[in-house]
């Protein structure tokens, strides 16, 4: 079911690129785009094109991708006008270019002579053989090769998620709070108006891809949905597929129609084809990138009951409720579970699922009562809710002091080192019991520590967390039914 | 309908405080407790007691609460095992105390003997007319007398939003969360057990609180449902009072009842009353808190016609999903709107709600279509997708390329100083339209700048400023049901 226009090397790890509109004008997409190539540090040549301007960024400019010294030009970013690009593409078919990022809008989404001219493009790159990323695309990411050929100055570190999206400033900005999330990303492309390649050929090629663990999609409509469900229930045979859809309602479909020409289409078919093909659908674009985490690092939960540890009792009922609503049994502990316990926490304790920790301040101790939760067998996954992220509370009692004395500082150092401690303890937890476990410091915005084991995954709010487990549940299940099939 | 249990200006602005277990010791809640009313420059004198001490934290210390030298205490704030409160509580009735904060738990929440040494509590304070806090409460905060008589080291600035929580840590750590959204309080109490004062007499004293132009409630279970409704429908003629029930599903209620001892009661009838009164309900503790913000700073919509302005498509199409699901309209633009804008924004905008600003830079543009958008009688609220907080994405951008020139950091500056005199313009529209303005800085964790004339509300994301104008749009439609009768 592979496709030409799904092997995508050539776009995502060139070995070369001819970069068509460079700019010296720092106002430009033809400098800024350059700019964010050049400080990525992508790994081959850059070939800059520009028929007025001989040095750009300290490279030697060419008039034309003609001229360019180099026998095969892997990929074209092509910057300029959109009624100029007809002309420019067929030159970098001419010169032999295996694959063109078209970044200008102007085509389809505009309507008109736009629609015309776009097709001319697709028909360009049939022709050659070419792919073609766009139009009106914000650009492309990859880590392996380490190209940041994007419009804004995302820089996320590679890691295992790949992300097409359907809308340039949605994607972008969504791999800017991975960013500040530190989720590592394979690659990404913002489809632009899928002249030739659509959101199913990124997709197809990132289930290939050896450096993809997880898969993202932002779709706000689809040409061809049997496309795009054939390579979904693919994939997901092998990697999770994280959705969300824009366009649900008329208001969004609406709004979807006059942004990128997409038709948008019914939201109780999208959905049940999502379904259909094992996708996970994702309700908020944050909820794609909490979900995206959650899979790249925990071992997936065999069934649905989660255990949930808390420093106080509120967020267990809080997050009690949310997991029900979810679909998240809540199971009573087992005999052995509560004897563990007993011997660990004051006598008044809950003896119940959620572990109240009735504010009991040992922190050794409450993991020891994760160890007790995590062994039983009645309980596949855990939250644990308000005992990562202590230090935060303490900086934050410091900061309300205001100019703390050294000693106070100190102190806060201690808590981080112990909030490392604990949170190791949680990584070799996880590894130990193969069952998932999700943090959430409730009070605070809480960024997990760099520990040697690497990082804990964590959520901002108990809802969050739910919705992790919940997605990586459906998934899990959804695997099981294949293999029951 | 007043009682005297909900007179509780001896609570929250108390003249003199008698401290009953104040103690030397950092890790004992005795020391921590003092320690944050002491630092947080409560204005009135504070009596520290405890049978063995001499001087803590400079001040003297009583052997008793009798031995006190004072004619008329205001309140105790006791601190001390569960088994001894009767007797100390006995202690401040002799005393004349008019008000007490019993913090420690092991009273019903525990079960056996505790109920009973509860009810005796009750009794004591009843005969001697004295309010009652707690037990088992993690405390209460003042603005006005500056009051921090909490566990925790949370220290919110004063304004205009009171809270009153069935869960101390839920509470105090929401209490957290507004701190670092610079959200500002007027009273908070964790009711804990309720042994005297409910949270409907919280509530009832709120409402009448000048001080106060916000409620919060976090309800787990109420005793008095009658009660809490008269109450509330008292209220919310006047104020917002913003709800959220934890314990709405079979493990959220069990989980409660371990929890604080509260019956939970069905989900259903619970929204069913909060509704009939007009209270509004919040679906997570975070959006308690937005609501109460946007409740704060901004005029009520009229209606629930909203106008999006987006920097980029996709999130124009994301949030006009969210408007429709929530029962907001996105009503089309009038002609004089879209006359207006097509002098601002280039040939091929969509002409249409959202309004996408199709990635133009200039932003003293984005604002006149955003006045163009409000002066639209069509329109009953705003919500800026991207334009504010465009120092971040600069920020962001430094911090990539590192070890960032100083001219580079001027450039940040400047951006800065540009989002300043937007936010300002916002406010000024605001006050011109009287329409609300919410902010949304899609990329970013974005705090609103200090202006002369205040804040601008920002939401974390389009999900929540959408929730946040469908609570106001909500409570205004109550508010005219109420005049229609």
């Given at each position: 079911?592979?496709?030409?226009?799904?092997?995508?090397?050539?776009?995502?790890?060139?070995?070369?690129?001819?970069?068509?509109?460079?700019?010296?004008?720092?106002?430009?997409?033809?400098?800024?785009?350059?700019?964010?190539?050049?400080?990525?540090?992508?790994?081959?040549?850059?070939?800059?094109?520009?028929?007025?301007?001989?040095?750009?960024?300290?490279?030697?400019?060419?008039?034309?991708?003609?001229?360019?010294?180099?026998?095969?030009?892997?990929?074209?970013?092509?910057?300029?006008?959109?009624?100029?690009?007809?002309?420019?593409?067929?030159?970098?078919?001419?010169?032999?270019?295996?694959?063109?990022?078209?970044?200008?809008?102007?085509?389809?989404?505009?309507?008109?002579?736009?629609?015309?001219?776009?097709?001319?493009?697709?028909?360009?790159?049939?022709?050659?053989?070419?792919?073609?990323?766009?139009?009106?695309?914000?650009?492309?990411?990859?880590?392996?090769?380490?190209?940041?050929?994007?419009?804004?100055?995302?820089?996320?570190?590679?890691?295992p998620v790949?992300?097409?999206?359907?809308?340039?400033?949605?994607?972008?900005?969504?791999?800017?709070?991975?960013?500040?999330?530190?989720i590592?990303?394979?690659?990404?492309?913002?489809?632009?108006?899928?002249?030739?390649?659509?959101?199913?050929?990124?997709?197809?090629?990132?289930?290939?891809?050896?450096?993809?663990k997880v898969l993202l999609?932002?779709?706000?409509?689809?040409?061809?949905?049997?496309?795009?469900?054939?390579?979904?229930?693919?994939i997901t045979r092998e990697k999770p597929l994280i959705v969300f859809?824009?366009?649900?309602?008329?208001?969004?479909?609406?709004?979807?129609?006059?942004?990128?020409?997409?038709?948008?289409?019914?939201?109780?078919?999208?959905?049940?084809?999502f379904k259909?093909c094992g996708a996970v659908i994702a309700s908020t674009?944050n909820e794609m990138l909490d979900l995206a985490w959650a899979f790249a690092e925990l071992p997936l939960p065999r069934s649905n009951r989660v255990g949930i540890?808390?420093?106080?009792?509120?967020?267990?009922?809080?997050t009690?409720?949310a997991c029900e609503k979810a679909g998240l049994a809540i199971?009573?502990?087992?005999?052995?579970?509560?004897?563990?316990?007993?011997?660990?926490?004051?006598?008044?304790?809950?003896?119940?699922?959620?572990?109240?920790?009735?504010?009991?301040?040992?922190?050794?101790?409450?993991?020891?009562?994760?160890?007790?939760?995590l062994?039983?067998?009645?309980i596949d996954a855990a939250i644990v809710?308000?005992?990562?992220?202590?230090?935060?509370?303490?900086?934050?009692?410091?900061?309300?002091?205001?100019?703390?004395?050294?000693?106070?500082?100190?102190?806060?150092?201690?808590?981080?080192?112990?909030?490392?401690?604990?949170?190791?303890?949680l990584l070799?937890l996880t590894e130990?019991y193969k069952k998932p476990i999700i943090g959430v410091?409730?009070?605070?915005?809480?960024?997990?520590?760099?520990?040697?084991?690497?990082?804990i995954v964590a959520a901002p709010t108990p809802h969050m967390a739910v919705r992790m487990l919940a997605g990586m549940v459906d998934y899990n299940k959804y695997r099981d039914s294949l293999e029951?099939?």
């Amino acid at each position: 079911m592979d496709n030409w226009k799904s092997e995508l090397d050539c776009v995502f790890n060139p070995r070369n690129i001819a970069f068509i509109g460079a700019s010296k004008n720092v106002t430009k997409w033809g400098h800024i785009i350059l700019g964010n190539i050049v400080a990525g540090q992508f790994k081959g040549d850059i070939f800059p094109v520009n028929p007025r301007e001989e040095w750009i960024m300290e490279r030697k400019v060419y008039r034309t991708v003609g001229e360019i010294p180099a026998d095969e030009i892997d990929l074209a970013v092509i910057v300029v006008p959109s009624k100029v690009v007809p002309g420019i593409l067929r030159e970098c078919a001419d010169k032999g270019v295996k694959g063109a990022i078209v970044v200008p809008g102007g085509f389809s989404e505009e309507g008109g002579e736009g629609i015309e001219i776009e097709r001319e493009l697709a028909v360009i790159a049939e022709d050659a053989g070419m792919r073609l990323v766009g139009p009106n695309t914000m650009g492309v990411y990859c880590g392996r090769s380490s190209l940041y050929a994007m419009m804004p100055p995302v820089r996320p570190k590679p890691g295992p998620v790949a992300f097409v999206a359907q809308s340039g400033n949605l994607g972008t900005q969504m791999m800017s709070i991975g960013q500040r999330k530190e989720i590592g990303f394979s690659k990404f492309a913002a489809s632009g108006n899928e002249a030739a390649t659509a959101a199913s050929d990124y997709l197809k090629y990132f289930g290939r891809d050896p450096d993809t663990k997880v898969l993202l999609a932002y779709i706000e409509g689809l040409k061809d949905g049997r496309e795009f469900i054939d390579a979904a229930s693919e994939i997901t045979r092998e990697k999770p597929l994280i959705v969300f859809k824009g366009g649900q309602t008329a208001a969004g479909m609406k709004a979807a129609s006059s942004h990128t020409g997409a038709m948008a289409g019914s939201a109780q078919i999208y959905n049940a084809a999502f379904k259909q093909c094992g996708a996970v659908i994702a309700s908020t674009p944050n909820e794609m990138l909490d979900l995206a985490w959650a899979f790249a690092e925990l071992p997936l939960p065999r069934s649905n009951r989660v255990g949930i540890l808390t420093w106080g009792g509120g967020w267990g009922v809080v997050t009690a409720d949310a997991c029900e609503k979810a679909g998240l049994a809540i199971p009573p502990l087992s005999e052995n579970t509560i004897a563990a316990i007993d011997k660990l926490l004051p006598p008044y304790w809950s003896r119940n699922n959620p572990i109240d920790l009735v504010g009991t301040l040992d922190r050794d101790n409450h993991i020891k009562c994760l160890e007790a939760l995590l062994a039983d067998d009645g309980i596949d996954a855990a939250i644990v809710l308000g005992v990562v992220g202590g230090s935060t509370l303490v900086t934050a009692h410091v900061e309300t002091m205001m100019g703390a004395p050294a000693a106070v500082q100190a102190f806060v150092e201690h808590f981080k080192e112990v909030d490392r401690q604990i949170e190791t303890r949680l990584l070799e937890l996880t590894e130990q019991y193969k069952k998932p476990i999700i943090g959430v410091a409730v009070a605070s915005d809480y960024k997990p520590c760099h520990t040697e084991k690497g990082r804990i995954v964590a959520a901002p709010t108990p809802h969050m967390a739910v919705r992790m487990l919940a997605g990586m549940v459906d998934y899990n299940k959804y695997r099981d039914s294949l293999e029951e099939d």
